[in-house]
Every structure is written in structure tokens, then in C-alpha cells.
T-cell receptor
């Protein structure tokens, strides 16, 4: 497809478990962003990649959160020892290095029970 | 640190009316972009309109226009002839422009929930 794809669209996990959320950006986009959006709130920045490297990871809330983008395309957001407070929609976006419009996926709704 | 403030949590207007959503931001940078994004219940964030800070002319996209006041750090969105399909959350957002065309993260406001009433 031509857009940003996020899988799974919904994930329910038990407190304390490990989860991985995947983002497939638009082909050729070098910038990739992860955001977290709680109900009724604006997207909260987590991490931003330029190519394979994290250009800014200042939004990761603690060391339970980690993200990788090993080949500069697909990215995985990893959450260890999940807590109920991690429940939110996790949004991914990508943009080209020459552009300023970020294209968003439809998000993964994570529910920790 | 940059911040984006949307002071209207929720608004309702009748179909075909004009509505203005407010946004203010804070930055010490001079070169940046401002955006309005729409998020319907489907969760898909859609870019509505974009403004480059160095351009004095206000951006316009069909029924959507902005009032960009750089000195006041204000960036409001006007929706003319509002339609039922405009019902959504609207987010104001800010992004620094960096050298070498490598842009910065996008910072979002908390959003305004807009209801268009039939």
C-alpha cells in the first residue's frame, strides 16, 4: 500500500508482559516518528528517527520503552513490563527528508489489563 | 522548549457556518512550520493546512484558511461553509526547520473537538 501501515491495529496484553508494535513507513521516507495518544489528548512525542538512527528520543517516558529501525525502513516500538498506564493509541508517521508533511498511520490501540 | 496551546477544548457550530479555532505557540526559533491536522473517529491524522513561518501570506486550502500572526505567535484556523464531514478533533502543531532539510519533531496541542450540527 501507499500509506503508513501499523500492526497490529489493536493489542490487548496483561500487565507485566512485553509488546512490540510495528510501523511500515511510506517507501523512501527517511524520517519516522512515534507518538502516544491518550484518550481525548493530543499526540505526545516519543521518538524520531532519521534513517536508522534516533535523532531525538527525548520523549520516551522511561527505560521500559525502546524503538529500533535497523534498516532505515520498518520500525518497531518495544515496551517491556507493560503497565496499565501504557494503555493508549500509538501513532507512527513518516516524512521524506525534503518534505515537511508527515503522513500518519491509523495507530495501534494498546490496552494493558 | 516549544509549546502549542489550544484554548478551546470543544466547539459546536451549525452546518454552513464559519468557525475559527485558536492556537498559540511559544518558540525562540525563527524558522519553523505550523500545521493544522484533523483526526476523525477513524484515528487517521490528516493534514489540513501548512504554513511556513517565513511566508507572510496566510495559507489557504479551499474552505480552510489560517490567520498567522508571527509576532503574536498565533495561528488560527478558519473553516468556511462548514460541512458535517468536518466533525473531528483538530490539532495545531509546530515543527522547527533545521539545516540540511532535516526537520525536527512535530509538537502537537491538546486539540479542539469540533462538532458540525445539521
Amino acid at each position: 500500500g501507499a500509506g503508513v501501515s501499523q500492526t497490529p491495529s489493536n493489542k490487548v496484553t496483561e500487565k507485566g508482559k512485553y509488546v512490540e508494535l510495528r510501523c511500515d513507513p511510506i517507501s523512501g521516507h527517511t524520517a519516522l516518528y512515534w507518538y502516544r495518544q491518550s484518550l481525548g489528548q493530543g499526540p505526545e512525542f516519543l521518538i524520531y528517527f532519521q534513517g536508522t538512527g534516533a535523532a531525538d528520543d527525548s520523549g520516551l517516558p522511561n527505560d521500559r520503552f525502546f524503538a529500533v529501525r535497523p534498516e532505515g525502513s520498518v520500525s518497531t516500538l518495544k515496551i517491556q513490563r507493560t503497565e496499565r498506564g501504557d494503555s493508549a493509541v500509538y501513532l507512527c508517521a513518516s516524512s521524506s527528508v525534503w518534505g515537511t508533511e508527515a503522513f500518519f498511520g491509523q495507530g495501534t490501540r494498546l490496552t494493558v489489563v | 522548549a516549544q509549546t502549542v496551546t489550544q484554548s478551546q477544548p470543544e466547539m459546536s457550530v451549525q452546518e454552513a457556518e464559519t468557525v475559527t479555532l485558536s492556537c498559540t505557540y511559544d518558540t525562540s526559533e525563527n524558522n519553523y512550520y505550523l500545521f493544522w491536522y484533523k483526526q476523525p473517529p477513524s484515528r487517521q491524522m490528516i493534514l489540513v493546512i501548512r504554513q511556513e513561518a517565513y511566508k507572510q501570506q496566510n495559507a489557504t486550502e479551499n474552505r480552510f484558511s489560517v490567520n498567522f500572526q508571527k509576532a503574536a505567535k498565533s495561528f488560527s484556523l478558519k473553516i468556511s461553509d462548514s460541512q458535517l464531514g468536518d466533525t473531528a478533533m483538530y490539532f495545531c502543531a509546530f515543527m522547527n526547520r533545521r539545516p540540511m532539510n532535516r526537520d525536527d519533531k512535530i509538537i502537537f496541542g491538546k486539540g479542539t473537538r469540533l462538532h458540525i450540527l445539521p
